[in-house]
């Protein structure tokens, strides 16, 4: 089989890549990043350096594949990020149809199901409906919940202030979680398999845990078992995003996120269609890999 995948060697497609590979399939990965090339081709695939915002290179690269994993890469270089993400599917979709593929793995998010006041997810939302808008062309719309390593983020917080916390809720909400080796299995099991039909929506998830336990057990494995969760105000986390340097745009979109996962809308449809974690890395696992980078 011949497989295409988007998002370079990031924390999902790289080990995507590797289980692909393994199998004794050809594989291209797409980066725009040249000095990637290398450690692209040393895991055995081939690198197409280009840009997702060329619409001639997707097509062509796209061309002749059985399968394309699809996802729309994080920037903080673009000044209107639901403008970006609306491009880039807008590319997507012309590639798909002027290649002929038809065969794809969507990377989309928990949140999807609103269509937009989910902050960065409103983009991912906006290419599921633009797949939905292609004949013949099977489609698995993956989306996982909120990245573990997202928490990577509130490090400089743990270390300065002695607390966990952003805008997402009370301690003792439930909060859905993944891994991203976790979607890159889930990824992988489609791609190898070319057996889904239609338009398709698969929930992604690794353990349901509350903001309260999220930060025991991320306390615990860095020696801070008294760690608390605290919940922000909006105005709050997003003058702390600023004050990170973190462009307004993206700040603004990221508090909105907070404020549609703490509201229980962005959650809303994986408990409606009463979801399960089908992952294996549970919040302890994790908590492990948390307190490596935290001690780095």
Partial sequence: MKYILTGSIGNISKPLANTLIAE???VTIISNNESRKAEIENLGAKAAIGSVSDKIFLANTFSGADAVYLMIPPTFSVSDWL???KEIAENFVMAIQQSGVKNIVQLSSIGAHMGEGAGPIDGLAYLEKRLD???GINVIKLR?????TNFYTLIDM???AGILGSNLGEGDQPFVLT????IADAAAKHLLALNFKGQTIEYVSSDIRSFSEIATALGYAID???LPWINFSDEDTLQGMLQSGLPEVFAKSYVQMGKSIREGLIQEDY???????QGKIKLEDFAKEFAQVYNN
């Fill in 24 to 26: 004794g399939h050809q």
């Fill in 179 to 182: 891994h991203p080796e976790d």
């Fill in 224 to 226: 801070k078992p008294e």
């Fill in 158 to 160: 743990v270390k300065h």
């Fill in 133 to 135: 808008g292609i004949e």
């Fill in 83 to 85: 403008g970006y993400q």
């Fill in 144 to 148: 996982p919940s909120y990245f573990y």
């Fill in 271 to 277: 408990f409606k269609r009463n979801e399960k974690p």
